[in-house]
């Protein structure tokens, strides 16, 4: 019981001291979007690597979420707060409405019906340009509670550290729950599942609305940080990217998702000397890692120095 | 009225042979190795910018064209052999990130070596627009859609009359079964990724003088090319080719009558409907699970 | 009243008559098996009762009551499981987890309570772990309490299958050829292990090829050949027969 919280307890305190480790506000930018990412890679990685089914369009559902957050407080005055909750719900209406048919489906046919959702998404936010501002995007107004206004980074550094962890700890709960076993189960073997009473296609919709709803809510938690957003929020690119986190890191491992998030977060930064090489770089490094580690780096390294897999 | 619904038809065939092509690559790829192949847009993009950097460099159209085209075959090759080769049989995720990879590379070393402009090719017989019935034909969309014509029936000829065509349907059925025969699936593996890239490269030419291309234009058009699969019912070669010029004739008249704005979304509008209603596309296999 | 009954069952693929016009029924408390030659329908037989397939013509019923159109999950509800002729292990879980997996749906299974681990289910998971570990001693797994599944050899991934087979605290359990692939000792385990289950009050219905545990353990048996019934009755019946005898020997 301990030990499946260890990781837990680490993460906590590398939380707790990297503030004062920080040299600038660049480095507490930088771990602030790492935060963001982990916790959607975490959502994304119940639904790929537990459940074992493919979302090639994760990001429209960030985008969903915040242009909720940008749209509604700006054009309708609504608090932050309900365009935030009003973003989610609308993210997890349509993950839920789409979800029914699609999840008949199988591996190729469900990538394709996924990537086409939030390339409709994109493309919406592209064009309903007097809501959305277009290709250009727009400013969000600060978030508020209670009155007060969450603008500076400090803020936003411990609020997306307390979502962090307790996503990190319900997500290691629901993974040993019942529910959980269910859902892995039926990713290990479709059949078995079904014939032990489980039914398949509630759960898998359960996921991808749960990791939808995720996803919405870290949109708008982007959108109200950032202080803009634009429709790239939620295009294909980002998609891949988001897949790339949840598969370099680890599938179905909790704390694969937050290396994947934090590595492929920073690398951007650090490839930026290569002037123009990046997308090269970072293509090569996906490709090398599928190829030696295709597990991902946790799981693997876990193996490899004989540590239990969390 | 008459007149712009064949003007609409026109386009529509026109850059649906495009996404037809794309399509015929994914489906030689899947039924050779059950790999979706991310990268088949950027080997569209990939023709159309070598044959643009051919024939700026001076080389006439008859060494620039097979030049851009061998090319892209190479690296469909070098893809096989270095990324899909060593984790065959991997998850389906897996893959589909390795050839995302590959896009990735491909693009970004295209987009650093001629950079991020948009380029486009003279059109092969000139500029003088065909009427018909009121409606404008472009000479180059004759290019279009005659070459993609005959490769259709060369491929046909290939799967259904020699024995490497066959070799390579034989794989898609049962691979166990084909190494067993003596079949090397490795070698078949090869000739599909090569054999994609080619034709995908092919396509990216001819339609290069009517679209223009750049180091981005690869993404829409494999996107498009892997709806028009699936529309096919992924793994039928007739599939692919149907699928993909309705990709192209429903976008075209969807950007006529209802909104030219909304034109990159109705071909996955029109997924999303084919796959809640057929759920295996309109020439898709049923299978049935063993257990 | 019967627990199962077949009635004129019949399932067609493509044109081939798998399953033709085969009827019986299964009381309560027997082991009842099902034996024929490669392709003779068995495994079908089994999808077609357990919801994987529908079936083409016929009915099936549980207690009287016609299950056909039901799912797999709602068939388990009803209190039927199964095993698999080729494994059907969760290769990504632990032995025990494969176990408490065939619980499901005895627990609760709301996914708010499991995520912030309500302390009602957290205590009814532990005392779940303990009751797949005592399952698992059951079935004789009692060294691989702690393995991953993918680390386990043959032979204990088919007990595991029972195991979580069992899990569900079914009435009527179908075991897909358990004995197939293993060698004569262990086949001498999964003999007594099938008595046992059945002195526990379950009813078991077996397909299996090999002949001394089916004569040892049956108390009816069904032989069928290409797709149909030939042959239903107790073992000394069946022995006897002379269709049977032939089917066999191929005299």
């Given amino acids: 019981m301990i030990r499946r919280y260890l990781g837990l307890y680490v993460v906590a305190v590398i939380i707790a001291v990297l503030p004062f480790l920080i040299p600038n506000g660049f480095y507490l930018d930088l771990a602030i979007r790492m935060g963001i990412n982990a916790v959607i890679v975490l959502g994304l990685n119940l639904l790929i690597g537990f459940a074992g089914q493919i979302s090639m369009g994760h990001a429209g559902f960030i985008g969903i979420g915040a242009f909720a957050s940008a749209v509604l407080p700006t054009h309708f005055g609504w608090h932050p707060f309900v365009a935030l909750v009003a973003g989610a719900v609308l993210a997890g209406s349509l993950a839920a409405l789409v979800a029914r048919p699609i999840f008949r489906l199988k591996g190729h046919y469900l990538a394709m019906a996924t990537l086409g959702l939030g390339i409709i998404v994109n493309i919406v936010l592209r064009n309903e340009a007097k809501y959305t501002g277009g290709p250009d995007g727009m400013p969000v107004p600060p978030f508020t509670l209670f009155g007060f206004a969450i603008d500076s980074d400090k803020h936003w550094y411990w609020i997306v550290s307390v979502i962090l962890m307790v996503s990190v700890w319900a997500s290691i709960n629901l993974m040993n729950s019942p529910f959980g076993r269910a859902l892995r189960g039926l990713h290990g073997s479709e059949v078995a599942a079904q014939v032990v009473g489980v039914n398949v296609t509630r759960y898998k919709v359960a996921i991808f609305v749960m990791s939808a709803v995720f996803a919405s809510l870290m949109g708008s938690v982007t959108a109200h940080y950032v202080g803009f957003v634009s429709p790239s929020l939620a295009d294909f690119g980002h998609s891949i990217e988001l897949i790339t986190m949840v598969v370099v890191g680890g599938m179905a491992s909790v704390f694969g998702s937050l290396v994947g998030a934090v590595l492929l977060t920073a690398l951007p930064q650090a490839l930026a000397t290569f002037e123009g090489w990046e997308t090269v770089a970072f293509g090569v490094i996906l490709i090398l890692c599928m190829i030696f580690m295709p597990k991902g780096l946790v799981p693997t390294l876990a193996a490899r120095f004989g540590g239990r897999r969390e | 009225m008459l007149a712009q619904l064949l003007q609409y038809l026109f386009s529509g065939l026109t850059i649906g042979a495009t996404y037809a092509l794309a399509a015929l690559g994914f489906t030689i790829i899947y039924n050779a190795s059950g790999v979706i192949n991310f990268a088949q847009g950027e080997f569209i993009m990939l023709g159309g910018m070598l044959a643009v950097y051919f024939t700026d460099a001076g080389l006439p159209m008859a060494v620039a064209l097979p030049l851009a085209v061998l090319i892209p075959s190479l690296a469909g090759l070098l893809m096989a052999r270095l990324t899909i080769e060593p984790i065959k049989g991997a998850e389906t995720i897996t893959l589909i990130i390795v050839t995302i990879g590959v896009s990735l590379v491909i693009r970004g070393a295209i987009q650093v070596w001629l950079g991020k402009g948009s380029h486009g090719l003279p059109a092969f017989s000139g500029d003088i627009p065909i009427r018909i019935l009121g409606a404008t034909l472009m000479p180059q969309s004759l290019w279009v859609l005659g070459v993609s014509a005959l490769l259709v029936l060369g491929l046909w000829y290939f799967f259904n009359r020699t024995l490497s065509g066959k070799a390579m349907l034989a794989t898609s059925f049962n691979r166990g079964a084909a190494e067993l025969v003596g079949i090397n699936t490795g070698r078949v593996l090869f000739i599909s990724f090569a054999m994609s890239a080619g034709i995908g490269a092919l396509g990216g030419i001819l339609v290069t003088p009517i679209t223009l291309t750049s180091f981005d234009a690869g993404v829409m058009f494999g996107l498009k090319g892997f709806v028009g699969a699936v529309v096919g019912g992924l793994g039928s070669g007739l599939g692919a080719v149907v699928g993909g010029l309705l990709v192209g004739v429903i976008e075209a008249f969807g950007a006529g009558f209802l909104s030219s704005s909304y034109k990159d979304a109705i071909p996955f509008i029109l997924i999303l409907f084919i796959l809640f209603f057929m759920p295996r596309g309109l020439f898709g296999v049923k299978v049935t699970d063993r257990v | ?251």
Avoid at chain 3, 148 to 160: E, F, I, Q, T, V
């Fill in chain 3, 1 to 251: 009243m019967s627990l199962l009954s077949v009635i004129s069952l019949s399932k067609t693929f493509d044109g081939v008559k798998a399953v033709q016009n085969v009827s019986f029924s299964v009381e309560p408390g027997v082991i009842y098996s099902v034996i024929g030659p490669n392709g003779a329908g068995k495994t079908t037989l089994f999808n077609l009762i357990t919801g994987i397939y529908t079936p083409s013509q016929g009915d099936i019923r549980v207690d009287g009551a016609s299950v056909i159109g039901k799912l797999p999950n709602e068939l388990a509800a009803l209190g039927v499981a199964r095993t698999f002729q080729n494994l059907q292990i969760c290769m990504n879980m632990d032995a025990c987890e494969n176990v408490m997996v065939g619980a499901h749906l005895r627990l609760d299974r709301n996914l708010f309570k499991a995520a912030f681990r309500f302390p009602a289910l957290a205590r009814r998971d532990r005392a779940l772990k303990q009751e797949a570990e005592d399952l698992m001693r059951f079935v004789g797994l009692e060294n691989y309490l702690t393995s991953r599944a993918d680390s386990m050899p043959y032979g204990a991934l088919k007990r595991l299958e029972i195991a979580r087979a069992l899990a569900l605290k079914p009435r009527l359990l179908f075991l897909d050829e358990p004995a197939a692939g293993l060698n004569p000792r262990e086949t001498l385990d999964v003999d007594g292990l099938v008595r046992k289950i059945a002195d526990s009050g379950v009813t078991v219905v077996l397909v299996e090829h090999n002949m001394k545990m089916v004569m040892n353990l049956s108390d009816r048996i069904l032989v069928m050949d290409y797709g149909k019934k030939l042959v239903e009755g107790t073992r000394d019946e069946v022995r006897h027969h002379p269709d049977v005898i032939a089917a066999y020997l191929g005299a």
